[in-house]
């Protein structure tokens, strides 16, 4: 890969990983619009390295009140957020073993990717605008966190952004945008993480276990593109809503459309 094709995926990855628009249908989109190769296992896991170094630092406080709370010390109402991302985490991670097992490369149409980025563009609006705010972060139930752990198994289809469904279902259950968005990136650390490692498996069961300079440059741009957009989206929904991304989706989405259409 040249160095621009490099910095383009790592950007693309690390800016749309965390906002509500789908990092794996834009990285799909990148790749067969500019008719560039697959990036391949490496590269994969150096984007996706540096994106969950991103979320792990700058929640860093979040992460160290949830495992204090696991201790006797720890305050009583965050013993259970640990157990609740744990465990919303099972579905999507049953889903996505059985998807990387059995194949996925019929999701990766570009018809598919525009029509989720479109439909669950247009959910995030509905949610977005009907939904109450009156939850916060410790107003996290079992209930509410298995349900948008649940809703993660539909960002396996690419467009549909795992980041926008996991924020679309609190807000239907009436989480503020920022308690949304915070839980939802929180519950990105173990999925991140375990895609990491299932493509670190790959990698080995490939041979192919160099660490080259294209990986460490890859990790690095992502995360500090993650890190901007992620700065960006707290400060943005502290004070607005999601119309941007929504127009934004709906715009890529009828895009896509009219460009496999005509």
Sequence with gaps: ???LQLAV?????GITEFLPISSSGHLILTSQVLGWPDQGLQIDIAVHAGT???VIVYFWRDIMRILTGLTETGRAN???LAAMIIVATIPVGVAGFALHKFGQEGLRDPAVIAWATLGFGILLHVADRFGMTL???EH???GAAILIGFSQVLALIPGTSRSGITMTAARFMGFERDAAARFSMLLSIPVI???TLLAGLDVHESGDLALTQATLIAAAMS???AMIAIWLLMAWLRRATFAPFVYYRIALGLGLLAWIHL
């Design 1 to 3: 890969m040249t160095l």
């Design 9 to 13: 995926l790592a950007i693309v990855q």
């Design 52 to 54: 969950l170094l991103a």
């Design 78 to 80: 965050t013993r259970p």
């Design 135 to 137: 939850r916060r972060m």
């Design 140 to 142: 996290m139930s079992w």
């Design 193 to 195: 993480a375990a895609a």
């Design 223 to 225: 995360f500090v593109s």
